[in-house]
């Protein structure tokens, strides 16, 4: 039932494009830097010794109206012969009174090792008040972690909140935070695990953005999974 479910939700976005033909499309492109590569708490490029190393990451995204199709690229190193992940995605964001739905499907693919692809299905709903406080409730499922791997389900909340009159020459402040939960379904080193971050953004509005943030875990005694301060610059256009 679960493999169901997702190849329901990829019927659904792959029928995106018919419907949003009609409709006036837009683009955004994204590029950036870090110096570390976290994803949900775990570092996603490091060296022999297992410390972070910096990231370099880009991506583009065309709407059209409530549809979206996506890709965003990443260096990363887990210690294989994976050096770029490329990540493909697709959605729908409807409006359901004050919810904004996202109903998706992606996919993590690793050129080098195929071994490592992984699939997901996405269901999310954010509430944002006129003020600009926004909140975020996501649920991710995958059938297969890699070839053979566990199936798993991922859930994440969100809050972010602009600081009022905070600014710092054309940088306008806000916070965010979120906390989540990865459930592996008979994996032998880690069942599950925790994860939570919060950070500061500085945004302009010809979108330059500076990301401050501190992400760790509940696992004890992997490095990957230790707590990393990271810097962050990006550029959207």
Not at 141 to 147: I, M, V
Not at 151 to 162: C, G, H, K, L, Q
């Amino acid at each position: 039932m679960k493999l169901k479910a997702l190849l329901l939700a990829t019927a659904l976005v792959c029928g995106a494009p018919a419907v949003a033909s009609a409709q006036e499309t837009t683009t955004s492109v994204n590029i950036g830097v870090a110096s570390s590569y976290q994803f949900r708490g775990v570092t996603q490029a490091f060296d022999e010794s297992l410390d972070a190393q910096p990231q370099v990451f880009g991506g583009v995204d065309l709407s059209a109206g409530s549809f979206y199709v996506g890709t965003w690229l990443s260096n990363v190193d887990f210690g294989t012969e994976a050096n770029l992940e490329v990540d493909l995605y697709a959605g729908y964001k409807p409006q359901v009174g004050p919810v904004t739905l996202d109903i998706g499907v992606l996919a993590y693919t690793y050129p080098q090792e195929s071994n490592l692809l992984v699939y997901e299905a996405k269901l999310a709903g954010t509430v944002a008040s006129e003020s600009g406080v926004s909140l975020t409730g996501s649920i991710f499922y995958s059938p297969e972690y890699g070839k053979d791997g566990p199936s798993y389900w991922y859930y994440e909340a969100a809050v972010s909140a602009p600081i009022p009159g905070a600014k710092v020459g054309p940088f306008a402040l806000s916070a965010n935070a979120s906390v989540g939960t990865m459930d592996l379904e008979e994996n032998l080193l880690l069942e599950s695990y925790t994860n939570w971050k919060v950070g500061l953004t500085a945004a302009t509005e010809s979108g330059w953005a500076v990301d401050l943030f501190y992400t760790d875990t509940d696992v004890d005694g992997l490095k990957p999974f230790e707590g990393k301060g990271v810097v962050q610059l990006k550029r959207t256009f």
